[in-house]
């Protein structure tokens, strides 16, 4: 099956900096990679997702890159502020059925210095 | 966006009792739910796949007859932790798919979880 690994698994940076998390996955067969904002005791947020048919994507202040070939993927966020600070999940899926499980990564608890 | 319930949202139970969970899709019908289980500071751990009408298919080392699943409408899953004990206290977060044109990337929507303390 899919497993997805995720580091670091804690990141702080200074309120303004970048933050960069890293994942990959084992499934060549995965085609969907959504990245989750938790903060604690809620739900996870989709915060952005990206396909395989694509190789990034950005949101405002959020970005994500795909590298199908390595099976590495990222997530880029610029002008970090203190709301940022959560719980970040990589994860991966397939988009072939509504039925389609999401594996998670371990998660990154990222921490903006002010 | 689809919105997704749980109720409880939160329970504190003795050991040996069971307890009953229950995720709801609001606004939309729910082909597939699925049922996951949180550990403090760990990831969401996928313990089962439900889908309306017929048995859930549960995850390597999960018990299906300690974590019972009933997916009995298009917009009802109910988790039920039998015989519960101390190591069940965890966060269970529920999720839901919609197939068709509402969902073109399969997304899930999150309910907003339940914590269990078992005493």
């Known amino acids: 099956g899919e497993n997805v690994e995720q580091h670091p698994s804690t990141l702080s940076v200074q309120e303004g900096d970048s933050a960069v998390i890293k994942c990959t996955y084992s499934d060549s067969a995965s085609n969907y990679f959504p990245w989750y904002k938790q903060e604690l005791g809620k739900r996870p947020q989709l915060i952005i997702d990206i396909r395989s048919n694509v190789g990034e994507k950005k ?3 959020i970005a994500v890159t795909l590298n199908k070939t390595a099976k590495h993927f990222s997530l880029h966020i610029t002008e970090t502020q203190p709301e940022d600070s959560a ?28 | 966006g689809a919105v997704v319930s749980q109720h409880p949202s939160r329970v504190i139970c003795k050991s040996g009792t069971s307890v009953k969970i229950e995720c709801r899709s609001l606004d939309f019908q729910a082909t597939t739910m699925f049922w996951y289980r949180q550990f403090p500071k760990q990831s969401l751990m996928l313990m089962a796949t439900s889908n309306e009408g ?24 109910t988790l039920t932790v039998t015989s519960a004990h101390p190591e069940d206290s965890s966060f269970y977060i529920c999720s839901a798919t919609i197939a068709g044109a509402r969902s073109s990337y399969n997304e899930q929507f999150f309910g907003p979880g339940t914590r269990l303390t078992v005493l």
Do not use: M
Not at chain 2, 64 to 71: A, V
């Open chain 1, 59 to 61: 949101d405002q202040r």
């Open chain 1, 87 to 114: 719980v970040y999940f990589c994860a991966a899926s397939t988009l072939y059925s509504s039925a389609s499980k999401i594996i998670f990564g371990s998660g990154t608890r990222l921490s903006i210095r002010p």
């Open chain 2, 54 to 77: 017929s048995k859930a298919t549960y995850e390597q080392g999960v018990e299906k007859d300690k974590f019972l699943i009933n997916h009995a409408s298009l917009t009802l899953s």
